[in-house]
């Protein structure tokens, strides 16, 4: 069978279902409706993050980007910080103390009268790209530093990485965000990146390392043969897979 027919027959298959993805970051939401296989339906809608702003504000901001954007069955959120049963534990780059306890999947499924879901950001875009196969590791750097890691395809208990110490006294979060790298220029910032996959390295053993986020296109380095620099879209596809397993 050609790769078209098999296109063609996949999308014959594929389930109807469609999935609101949200993408919460540093610096801007994004959102996308989404077929199964992660494919965008229409168009990605995109707005400033209001940083400081108390919780509520954020849902009701995502509501509003959302309004525009074509009917869907579900909604998956990606979320910049730990979260677990539903609610925000951390948000260290949304800098507002109401996140700490915040019901988010509740909120924004009530708001949007639909089913959610909410996992980490990274966790949620490592659903786009891991491909299964033994311990793969993924590394989001944008306004701050996110991880996730997976085993066989699933991801395991999230780990707030980002917030270790990582040098000079300076976790990974300060170290590789947006504001370290305007500070030292992004020559000095790829030089520790380097040194923080090989750390990375050293504490999972991973069988393979997906670089994404914003600033994966400022990557000036050749990099070893099992780590991949993957697009950024990919925090957008992950929500469909986040509705195939019980994270």
Same mark, same amino acid.
């Given at each position: 069978?050609?790769?078209?027919?098999?296109?063609?027959?996949?999308?014959?298959?594929?389930?109807?279902?469609?999935?609101?993805?949200?993408?919460?970051?540093?610096?801007?939401?994004?959102?996308?409706?989404?077929?199964?296989?992660?494919?965008?339906?229409?168009?990605?809608?995109?707005?400033?993050?209001?940083?400081?702003?108390?919780?509520?504000?954020?849902?009701?901001?995502?509501?509003?980007?959302?309004?525009?954007?074509?009917?869907?069955?579900?909604?998956?959120?990606?979320?910049?910080?730990?979260?677990?049963?539903?609610?925000?534990?951390?948000?260290?780059?949304?800098?507002?103390?109401?996140?700490?306890?915040?019901?988010?999947?509740?909120?924004?499924? #009530?708001?949007?009268?639909?089913? $959610?879901? *909410?996992?980490?950001?990274?966790?949620?875009?490592? @659903?786009? /790209?891991? %491909? =299964?196969?033994?311990?793969?590791?993924?590394?989001?750097?944008?306004?701050?530093?996110?991880?996730?890691?997976?085993?066989?395809?699933?991801?395991?208990?999230?780990?707030?990485?980002?917030?270790?110490?990582?040098?000079?006294?300076?976790?990974?979060?300060?170290?590789?965000?947006?504001?370290?790298?305007?500070?030292?220029?992004?020559?000095?910032?790829?030089? #520790?990146?380097?040194?923080?996959? $090989?750390? *990375?390295?050293?504490?999972?053993?991973?069988?393979? @390392?997906? /670089?994404? %986020? =914003?600033?994966?296109?400022?990557?000036?380095?050749?990099?070893?043969?099992?780590?991949?620099?993957?697009?950024?879209?990919?925090?957008?596809?992950?929500?469909?897979?986040?509705?195939?397993?019980?994270?």
């Amino acid at each position: 069978m050609s790769e078209l027919a098999w296109n063609q027959t996949s999308a014959l298959l594929e389930p109807a279902v469609r999935t609101l993805a949200i993408d919460i970051g540093g610096t801007s939401l994004k959102a996308a409706v989404v077929s199964a296989s992660g494919a965008v339906l229409g168009v990605k809608v995109r707005v400033a993050t209001p940083v400081g702003a108390h919780p509520d504000r954020v849902v009701a901001e995502l509501v509003d980007l959302v309004a525009p954007l074509p009917d869907h069955d579900r909604v998956a959120i990606g979320f910049p910080g730990m979260v677990r049963d539903g609610r925000v534990l951390t948000a260290p780059n949304l800098k507002h103390e109401a996140w700490a306890g915040y019901p988010l999947e509740i909120e924004l499924g #009530r708001r949007l009268d639909k089913p $959610a879901r *909410l996992c980490n950001d990274a966790d949620m875009q490592g @659903l786009a /790209v891991v %491909g =299964g196969k033994g311990v793969e590791m993924v590394i989001t750097l944008g306004t701050g530093f996110g991880t996730a890691l997976y085993e066989d395809g699933e991801p395991v208990t999230h780990l707030e990485i980002a917030h270790l110490p990582f040098r000079h006294g300076e976790t990974f979060d300060e170290q590789l965000g947006e504001r370290a790298r305007n500070a030292i220029g992004t020559k000095r910032w790829n030089k #520790r990146l380097r040194k923080a996959i $090989a750390l *990375l390295r050293v504490l999972t053993q991973f069988d393979h @390392l997906y /670089v994404g %986020g =914003g600033n994966s296109r400022r990557v000036r380095q050749e990099l070893p043969h099992d780590v991949t620099l993957v697009d950024n879209a990919a925090g957008i596809a992950g929500g469909a897979r986040l509705w195939r397993r019980g994270v």
